[in-house]
Each structure stands twice: as structure tokens, then as C-alpha cells.
């Protein structure tokens, strides 16, 4: 039966596999009242309200209190480290514990540019269904590098209804119409989705319902805020946005149509050419270390 200390040893391989380096201190925070102030009624008017601002600020939670160097891994140096565990009691915005499987980062690949930090979770709770079918593929490690069998093995945990999530963290100041374009150009680029799939059908109303999601949903999405894509037990596909800087969660909506989640983790875990290619080792190795 699989423990919880295996989990323990795969995130603290992960965090030495992956990690870039310490992050760079941040700089501590400088008043920038530091002039001198006339004696009289009005500077004690004054200095009352620039203190008292003051205290304000520090009174407010820090983002991201709960992770350390020590529970986390530092998945590209521009953006803040990814924690190795997540669970509704520190980020209600998904629905079962999560443990870090991989990570990595997604580029543009004619330019070589860095777009976002990814990370993949696997439900802790599902662990024993993905050992189920890792002891049924023959020649395991040679299946997750050959692009018929990695699918195939990707498919079967979906299929048997394995949860997971994803973290993508920007690297750059975006917004939410190049979020949602990318994720379903990402879904049209597969061949399931393409003319003659026996499941078209099913991704092109999974697609509409994606567009649903992020309808009415305008403005930017600032370097290091989170989107959270969530398969749920259903299949359904739950997705939230975090605001990192002001600490707060929002649910965007949902995908039912189950092909949608399926299509988009074959795209990451997968084929000839997944998403991000560091990603999909680093997830390789995390299934070898279950």
C-alpha cells in the first residue's frame, strides 16, 4: 500500500531536481516619508496618517505565508516557488489534497521565449490508481517516452478518474483573453480535436463551454498571479484565478464536457510534442518515483 512517507521522499527529490537556486531576499520595505516635518498641529495631523497607513499594511497577511524553502520548488527564478503540496485548507479554490508530480516551464518555441510556470498535482487520494496502472504497462519507463504508449497510459488514468491540477504562473504581464486563447489552441492542436476524430464532437462543445468561462472576464494578469485548472472526479474541469498580490481566490466557472480536461492533460503529459517538454520529463520522473 502506497505511504505517505513515499510522497515525502518524491517531494523533496522533486524540490532538489527542480529547484534553480535561492530566491534573490526581498528588499525590506523603506518608508518613503522620511522628510522632516515642521513642529505644530498640522505635522501631528500628518505623521497620525502616514503611520497609520503604515500599520495597515503590515497588519495585512502576507501572500503565500505558508510556503517555504523547504515545502516548495523554485520552477524558473522570475516567479515565486511552487509549494509541493496544496489542500483546500490553504487554497480553497480546489476540492482534494494535491501533491507535486512536476514542473516546468512553457515556451514559445520559434522565439524562445519563457510564456509561464506550470506545475502538475496528482490527487494524494488517487495515488493507488496510478500505481494500478503503472504495475499493468509493460516496460514502464520505455511506454512514458514513446508517443503511442504515453497517450495510451495518460488516457487510461483519465479514464479511470484520476484527478489532478495545475498551477500556470505567467512569467509576464498577460491578460485573460491570451490565457483562454492559449488553452484552447492548445486543445485544437491535438489530433482528437481535429476533422475525422471520433470524439470532434464532444471537444468542440467542450470548447464553446471553455469560451463560456472566460466570457465577460477582461483585464490583465499580472507576472506571478495563478490560474488553477482542477479535474474533478467527474471529469469536469473547475478553473479559478488568484490574485497573489491582494491574496484573493475567484472561480471562473466550469467545463462539463470531460473531453475537454482529458485532451488538454494529453496535450501536457503526452505525444510527439507536448506543451512543455520539461514539464512532461519532470512529470516522467515523478511517476517513476511513486
Same mark, same amino acid.
Given at each position: 500500500m502506497f505511504r505517505r512517507s513515499n510522497l515525502l521522499q518524491t517531494g523533496r527529490w522533486l524540490a532538489r531536481s527542480l529547484s534553480t537556486g535561492n530566491a534573490a531576499p526581498k528588499k525590506a520595505f523603506s518608508s518613503p516619508f522620511s522628510r522632516h516635518f515642521f513642529i505644530g498641529a498640522s505635522t501631528a495631523v500628518v505623521t497620525f496618517s502616514v503611520f497609520s497607513n503604515f500599520n495597515i499594511r503590515l497588519e495585512a497577511p502576507p501572500v503565500n505565508s505558508s510556503i517555504t524553502p523547504e515545502n516548495s520548488i523554485s520552477v524558473d527564478s522570475?516567479?515565486? $516557488?511552487?509549494?509541493?503540496?496544496?489542500?483546500?485548507?490553504?487554497? %480553497?479554490?480546489?476540492? !482534494?489534497?494535491?501533491?507535486?508530480?512536476? $514542473?516546468?516551464?512553457?515556451?514559445? +518555441?520559434?522565439?524562445?521565449?519563457?510564456?509561464?510556470?506550470?506545475?502538475?498535482?496528482?490527487? !494524494?487520494?488517487?495515488?493507488?490508481?496510478? %500505481?494500478?496502472?503503472?504495475?499493468? +504497462?509493460?516496460?514502464?519507463?520505455? $511506454?512514458? %517516452?514513446?508517443?503511442?504508449?504515453? +497517450?495510451?497510459?495518460?488516457? %487510461?488514468?483519465?479514464?479511470?478518474? !484520476?484527478?489532478? $491540477?495545475?498551477?500556470?504562473?505567467?512569467?509576464?504581464? +498577460?491578460?485573460f483573453t491570451h490565457l483562454k486563447d492559449g488553452l484552447i489552441k492548445s486543445i485544437l492542436s491535438h489530433p482528437l480535436s481535429k476533422s475525422g476524430s471520433p470524439v470532434k464532437d464532444e471537444v468542440s462543445r467542450g470548447l464553446e463551454q471553455l469560451r463560456d468561462v472566460f466570457q465577460g472576464k477582461k483585464g490583465s494578469v499580472p507576472k506571478n498571479h495563478l490560474l488553477w485548472i482542477e479535474v474533478l472526479k467527474d471529469g469536469k474541469v473547475s478553473i479559478s484565478y488568484e490574485d497573489t498580490k491582494n491574496n484573493k481566490l475567484r472561480h471562473l466557472g466550469e467545463v462539463e464536457e470531460p473531453m475537454v480536461g482529458k485532451v488538454l492533460f494529453l496535450q501536457y503529459l503526452s505525444g510527439k510534442k507536448p506543451l512543455s517538454e520539461p514539464l512532461r520529463t519532470s512529470c516522467n520522473e515523478g511517476w517513476s518515483k511513486l
Open positions: 522570475s516567479i515565486d $516557488a511552487f509549494p509541493i503540496s496544496i489542500s483546500p485548507q490553504n487554497n %480553497k479554490n480546489i476540492n !482534494t489534497s494535491f501533491d507535486l508530480l512536476g $514542473a516546468g516551464v512553457r515556451s514559445v +518555441t520559434f522565439l524562445g521565449l519563457k510564456v509561464y510556470g506550470i506545475g502538475l498535482y496528482l490527487s !494524494t487520494e488517487d495515488i493507488h490508481k496510478v %500505481k494500478q496502472v503503472i504495475s499493468a +504497462t509493460s516496460e514502464f519507463n520505455s $511506454a512514458l %517516452k514513446d508517443p503511442e504508449q504515453s +497517450t495510451e497510459f495518460i488516457s %487510461k488514468l483519465l479514464d479511470s478518474h !484520476t484527478r489532478f $491540477a495545475v498551477r500556470i504562473c505567467p512569467v509576464r504581464n +498577460t491578460d
